[in-house]
């Protein structure tokens, strides 16, 4: 049998001084995704990823906690791995540099670069800061003294090793030159190269100011410089030294994925590492954006990190993954923002993907009792739909591959919006009323059910149970297991017989009434306002409930409702309390509307008053009622009544 091809990618070994948040799961997602797509495509991949567990910061966060390191980390590890758990990370192996595998490694190459020359023992002069027992060159100082603490700083001079980087410059020049897909995004590159053509000095690779480190083999007054140590850990992961068929197996490493922070150390330091191991460079060493929140980067000092084993548990693996993968763009920033992700959930799953599987599976159990015929009428409009999903499965490979993240999402929330257009297009509820139709609306079923099957291939990667739960539903495969990537570029794999069943709905829409922050929920449940994204097929269009009946509406008590009074509502910049007369009654309602309306501009408006909703507290304020407007991502505009009719009259 032929073997199969390899594929090895890494995220960067995160620093377990903390719990991790929101921007490391990111990356770990990431990669994840990528790991998923290359098995689905047939690779042998290993997934790499791991903790840096030496270095003088963790020794100081274990201090201040009156801890000795490695039990200090040994219990933010645990938390990481149970993180990586909850986001389903499919890693082959986590690698932690405390462990002897990793020691062992580290000291053999140290001892083997020593001795061909390329590291040599030599002084290293700094500014030393001894409260915080860190050196800093001329330029790290802050107005001259320490960075950190802003106390006063010494000219100091420590003995110390030292890698012969600048030894490498023309060849790591060169490769850069050669291989032009080395170092992604582009814009990464070219920062590089200029660093690399401003002159790269030797690199200090050892410590003697505190302990908590891989002993130098040869001197044990010096520690290994924590990041000669952490690089090593992507040769140590696949068995250098230990397991060389495995080692040559997976080297070199298809992609390093991390953030933008780090690439110099992957790009420059570690690549001539490599080189003085007489190993090949790593295929690619790609760089993303970093995940800002509104108020600039997020970090532990400022308080502001987001949790995403909270996220799991408060919106579901599968959602969280969504919006991670489509939020960067390729090489940019992005804002985070629990807003921005409620509204991705319900506008594409809920909206968009949910709805169409839960439409589908409702017609075809409506229309031809849970199994589609094999008598089929096609017609024009289908070659459109089958060379949208078959453009589809090219974009999100190619995307994928290039890794550029959000594109590939991009490119699959198309084809569920062109398979809810097809829905509106074809009408399936007019061809059911046409006996002469059933086959053409067995063929708009099979379609929609091939579309489904397609976005689901191509979403597996990011959305891990997806696939599953959709099945329970679907019945499309009988073995979920292995399903090929290839299979989303054949259109017609559904197989005749197929039988649908209805299920719960896989992406309940996610009412903001659950955030925390009142204020808006409060707007978006007075306003019955646009999700902000776009307001596709809400989920009440469901073929079982296509056509509501006129006793369906009349269940709505609107009625004309004259402001008598109107205030703001103290710190709440959204809301007005308006008192309305209904008739001989008067009632109080509290309206997300203050940004668009003034008080008094309010008053003696005839608006209407859906008289029969739930009263319910606003901001400690009871709510008898909500008044009807029509909104956009700009305007709101209130429904008022121009003609003179009195209040309490209903609108029908
Ligand atoms: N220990 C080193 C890496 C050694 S690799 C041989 C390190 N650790 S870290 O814990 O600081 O992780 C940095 C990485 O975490 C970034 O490169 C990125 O992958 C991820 N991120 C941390 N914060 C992030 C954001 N706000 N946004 C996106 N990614 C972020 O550096």
Known sequence: MQEKKSYYITTPIYYPSDNLHIGHAYTTVAADCMARFKRMQGFDVFYLTGT??????????????????????????????????????????????????????????FTRVYEQGDIFLSEYEGWYCSPCETFFTERQLAEGKCPDCGR????????????????????????????????????????????IKSGLDDLCVSRTTFKWGIPVPFNNQHVVYVWFDALINYLTGIGYMQDEAKFNKYWPADVHLMAKDIIRFHAIIWPCMLMALDLPLPKKVMAHGWIMLEGGKMSKSKGNVIDPSLLVQKYGVDAVRYYLIKELSFGQDGTYSEEILVNRINADLANDLGNLISRTVAMVIKYFGGVIPETRATAALDEEIQAVALQTYTEATEKLDKMDFSAYLHATARLVSRANKYIDETAPWLLAKDETQAGRLAAVMYNLVECIRIALILTAPTMPTLMERANKQLGIWDNLEEIPWEDAEIWGKTKNGTRVTKGASLFPRIDLKTLEEEEKMTVSESVPGPTPEKQAAPELVAVEDEYISIEDFARLDLRVAEVVACEKMKKADKLLILRVKVGEEERTVVSGIAQHYTPEEMVGKKVVLLANLKPTKLRGVMSEGMILAASDDQYVDVLTITKDIDSGNRVK
């Open 52 to 109: 840096d567990e030496h270095g003088q910061k963790i020794e100081r966060a274990a201090r201040e906690k009156d801890m000795e390191p490695i039990v200090y980390v040994d219990g933010i590890v645990e938390n990481i791995q149970k993180l990586w758990q909850a986001l389903l990370i499919s890693n082959t192996d986590f690698i932690r540099t405390t462990e002897k595998r990793q020691e062992d490694v580290v000291q053999k190459i």
């Open 152 to 195: 006063e700083v010494e000219l100091l001079k420590e003995e110390s090793y030292f890698f012969n980087m600048s030894k490498y410059a023309p060849r790591l020049l060169e490769h850069i030159n050669n291989h032009p897909d080395f170092i992604q995004p582009e814009s990464r590159r070219n920062e590089v190269v200029s660093f």
